[in-house]
């Protein structure tokens, strides 16, 4: 949603139709069904963060073009390493546009299609935590002696800028809709504190039936608050 914001598709007041299904026919007669958990009829950007819509995640990839979503994926940092100072780290899933097919865009906009590890997560949400500049995550913030002589310390380093201040902002309150009673992550609102979290559940292969398992989730939420100005990511 963010990207789609920051590249024109939409605007916090754009509307889209959700009945439970997205619906898109091809050029050549075939056509894309992706179902919802739930109806919600008309939904903003607010709404379909507030609701996790898979729906209106969908149509709302449908105002931007392939290359375009893509290349903002990768300034979020997905399909490349973050380069923590830790060996053995994956760059994930992102197939080039080349590999996708119709029905890849609206999939991946709901977090299908595409596989990312716990830190590149956290190394994007730092976009929207830093008025859309990504950072580069740390293990360390500082090595102290004994004595409390400062050895080394490791600042920030912010490493582009992927979307505005203003959508990075937008992004955080439709997240704090989302810890309301009526929201997916209301579990994760923190009594007293502005909260701005949003809940990911992903398929597991069932290998035995050769497709997904019906019963078996992994399911991960991520919060920052305080929503005005967060001074902390949490990822679990």
């Known amino acids: ?10 605007t916090p007041q754009t509307r889209f139709y959700d009945d439970g299904v997205y619906v898109r026919r091809l050029s050549n007669g075939s056509v894309i069904r992706i179902k919802g958990l739930a109806p919600h009829e008309w939904e903003t950007p607010r709404l379909i963060i507030k609701y996790s819509s898979n729906v209106g995640a969908a149509y709302s990839s449908d105002t931007v073009t ?8 990768r300034k979020f940092g997905f399909g490349q390493p973050t380069y923590l100072a830790l060996p053995g780290e994956t760059v994930g899933i992102l197939r ?29 949400a730092t976009a929207l935590a830093n008025n859309g500049v990504l950072l580069k995550p740390h293990i360390v913030h500082k090595i102290v002696a004994p004595d409390g002589t400062l050895i080394q310390s490791f600042p920030r380093e912010p490493i582009r800028q992927v979307i505005s201040a203003q959508v990075a902002q937008d992004m955080l309150s439709f997240m704090e809709s989302g810890t309301e009673p009526t929201g997916v992550a209301r579990l994760a609102k923190i009594p007293g504190v502005a909260t701005s979290a949003k809940t990911g559940t992903s398929n597991i292969y069932d290998p035995k039936t050769g497709t997904y398992s019906k ?19 949490v990822y679990g």
Do not use: C, H
Not at 96 to 122: L, M
């Open 1 to 10: 949603i963010s990207s789609f914001l920051q590249l024109g598709g939409i």
């Open 96 to 124: 080039p546009v080349d590999q996708w097919t119709p029905r890849s865009k609206p999939t991946i906009a709901f977090g299908q299609e595409i596989g990312v590890s716990a830190v590149q997560i956290v190394a994007g």
């Open 66 to 73: 392939d290359q375009a979503f893509y290349d903002m994926l």
């Open 215 to 233: 019963t078996a989730y992994v399911a991960s939420t991520i919060s920052m608050f305080p929503t005005n100005d967060p001074q902390y990511i």
